[in-house]
């Protein structure tokens, strides 16, 4: 499974941050983002994001925007955006190697963008969602159904030090 997400344009350093940890979460393997709202060299880290453990295993950078797409030829781009005929999430078939395009947290992914996706997905909701769980929700889609059809396991938290689980307070009882 190669999945890859890609932010256009985001507004604000945390929200590639959450796209980090998504990924992270997920198995995605990298975040790429483009556009200058913010500046990452003037940032000592991003916000709270690296001090997962899984943060290492996510490769991320700032690209141009007309490499969005094309950042790597065997993947399937794929517009997470609300435009009148995209599919809904619940129906839609993941490609076995996606970039998933966010647009920006105030606006639209850009025509030249869309241009080159070659499918188009929205989350059903009441309302949009913002861009930290727009990226959860279609991560976690993506994992669940894969593994339903049997095509890889369900992520474990089993390994993971932290948590009610875990807490010695509660293996004191």
Known sequence: MVACIGLVQPKFAHNVGAAIRAASCFGAQSVVYTGDRFD???LSRLPREERMKGYADVHWSQIPLNRIATSDKKLVPVAIELVPGSQNLA???HPEHAIYIFGPEDGSLPRGVRTV???FVTIPSFHC???AAAIYITLYDRTVKRAAAG???LPSIEEEARGWWHSPSMERQ
């Open 117 to 119: 996706c070659h499918r």
């Open 40 to 42: 990452i060299e003037s």
């Open 129 to 131: 969602t913002n861009l």
């Open 91 to 93: 129906t839609f078939e």
């Open 151 to 153: 095509l890889e396991e």
